[in-house]
Antibody, heavy 122, light 110 residues
Framework: QVQLVQSGAEVKKPGASVRVSCKAS????????INWVRQATGQGLEWMGW????????GYAQKFQGRVTMTRNTSINTAYMELSSLRSDDTAVYYC???????????????WGKGTTVTVSS | QSVLTQPPSASGTPGQRVTISCSGS????????VNWYQQLPGTAPKLLIY???QRPSGVPDRFSGSKSGTSASLAISGLQSEDEADYYC???????????FGTGTKVTVL
């Protein structure tokens, strides 16, 4: 069945970078966008950006511009999200989600990974 | 702080109808379709409603969505204990050029 399998939990020190992977199963990753959404403990959902795995084009939320990079390796059906200059308030669960919709007007995310916990602590 | 406002909580007894509101603006709900996500405790979000009022396969018809102007609503009829979860509205925002989530509403079944 269609699913997104994420990499395991990470513990990083402030100032370091983290890379989270998201492997698509049951479909070709190049057929749909991959979005990244994060959630701090007890907080709401926060959209970070999207990646078009076919073209490599990306779009990032202004808050993360300059700190986030979304890439892919189509040969292994996998997308990546790298966040640099980590701070304690980057501690959160990071989700990847498949994006659908012909245009942004109709955009939604229909398949979600289980999440990757990233802890930033000295 | 989110550009979409939801009530922090809602509750009802089993079998009741519960409605959750989502207030936005002309740059998001006013121009784009609204989606709703359900997040059960300790799990990833799940798509519940897309394109204002469409249910993905497998979502019970107890869940329904609507939109009017710059506001949207999610209704849960025949409330069940397994509906206890957080619910988020989410459209694209043209001004921010990105996807936005509402503040979230925690539904409790009394």
């Amino acid at each position: 069945q269609v699913q997104l399998v994420q990499s395991g939990a990470e513990v990083k020190k402030p100032g370091a970078s983290v890379r989270v992977s998201c492997k698509a199963s049951g479909y070709s990753i190049t057929s749909s966008d991959i979005n990244w959404v994060r959630q701090a403990t007890g907080q709401g959902l926060e959209w970070m950006g999207w990646l078009n795995p076919n073209s490599g084009n990306t779009g990032y939320a202004q808050k993360f511009q300059g700190r986030v990079t979304m890439t892919r390796n189509t040969s292994i059906n996998t997308a990546y999200m790298e966040l640099s200059s980590l701070r304690s308030d980057d501690t959160a669960v990071y989700y990847c989600a498949r994006g659908r919709g012909t245009t942004v007007t109709y955009y939604y995310m229909d398949v979600w990974g289980k999440g990757t916990t990233v802890t930033v602590s000295s | 702080q989110s550009v979409l406002t939801q009530p922090p909580s809602a509750s009802g007894t089993p079998g009741q109808r519960v409605t959750i509101s989502c207030s936005g603006s002309s740059s998001n709900i006013g121009r784009n379709t609204v989606n709703w996500y359900q997040q059960l405790p300790g799990t990833a979000p799940k798509l519940l409603i897309y394109s204002n009022n469409q249910r993905p396969s497998g979502v019970p018809d107890r869940f329904s969505g609507s939109k009017s102007g710059t506001s949207a609503s999610l209704a849960i009829s025949g409330l069940q204990s397994e509906d206890e979860a957080d619910y988020y509205c989410a459209p694209w925002d043209d001004s921010l050029n990105g996807y936005v989530f509402g503040t979230g509403t925690k539904v409790t079944v009394l």
